[in-house]
């Protein structure tokens, strides 16, 4: 659908163990994984653009007992309608937030916070028992790689304490799903860092050139005569170390408003 103009850019996913009531289930041998995106409010204009808060979820366990293969890249197609938008928005630059505390990297680059969400990961090191650490997520608006635009996620834990930072690249095509997102695991996480929740909501108004602006915008371009709209909202790839890869794609509703 042509229209489709309900949504944009959750630069992020989220993965755990327990899928959320309403995602995707999809799976391969005993691998399975789940994805779910939701865009807050549903109720839109129909083609003027508003500000909305995008998140997007998922999870990923080894079932039967066997062992979770790490995940290593994340890959988020997103319907081609709505829009990022960071002009006038502050940048942060990943050696400003890394190494450092949740509450320094806040201090450092509040004004550039787009977002946030939570992490849990398994941590396996050579001689120690396998254990969950819970991390806190802060996304911020980071700077361009060439003509894509970067999101910076940084991941704290307190206990133990750490942080890692994930980036995220924006790349733009043709076609429905118009805007990816992408990551992957920092090599040098790879040795000890098994996600297994990854969750991030981006939401953002500031003002710029004296107006409100949003770092998120989307319509529901429903059809004349039409007061709501089913359209695909995303795609989503999860690659694992050893090249095995779970896919699939969820749709979503929106309506109009006025």
């Known amino acids: 659908m042509r229209g489709a103009k309900a ?5 992020a996913l989220t993965l755990s163990l327990s899928a959320p009531a309403s ?21 839109l ?3 003027s653009y508003a500000p909305v808060g995008v998140r997007v979820a998922g999870g990923v366990r080894a079932l039967n007992g066997t062992r979770l293969p790490q995940l290593r890249t994340i890959r988020v197609a997103i319907n081609e309608a709505g829009r990022l938008y960071d002009r006038g928005l502050p940048v942060c630059r990943v050696k400003r937030i890394q190494p450092a505390t949740e509450e320094v990297a806040e201090r ?7 977002g946030d969400g939570h992490v849990t990961l398994v941590v396996r090191l050579n001689g120690q028992k396998d254990f969950l650490v819970k991390g806190e997520l802060l ?13 910076l996620a940084q991941v704290y834990s307190h206990n133990p304490p750490g942080a890692f930072i ?11 799903y118009g805007t990816v997102i992408s990551t992957q695991l920092p090599s040098y996480a790879r040795s000890w860092a098994y996600l297994t929740f990854f969750e991030m909501s981006l939401e953002r108004t500031y003002l710029h050139a ?18 709501k709209a089913v359209f695909p909202f995303a795609k989503v790839s999860y690659g694992f170390e050893g090249g095995q890869t ?7 509703t929106c309506r109009v408003s006025g």
């Open 7 to 11: 949504l944009l850019i959750a630069a």
């Open 166 to 176: 994930l980036t995220f690249t924006v790349t733009k095509r043709r076609g429905v």
């Open 45 to 47: 204009p129909r083609t």
């Open 246 to 252: 779970l896919s699939t794609s969820i749709q979503r």
């Open 139 to 151: 996304a911020f608006n980071g700077p361009r790689r060439g003509k894509k635009k970067l999101i």
């Open 108 to 114: 450092i680059c509040g004004d550039s916070i787009v």
């Open 210 to 227: 004296g107006k409100q602006r949003s770092y998120v915008s989307a319509a529901c371009g429903a059809p004349s005569g039409f007061t």
């Open 23 to 43: 995602a995707e289930l999809f799976q391969e041998g005993d691998l399975r994984a789940s994805f779910e995106g939701q865009i807050n409010p549903s109720k």
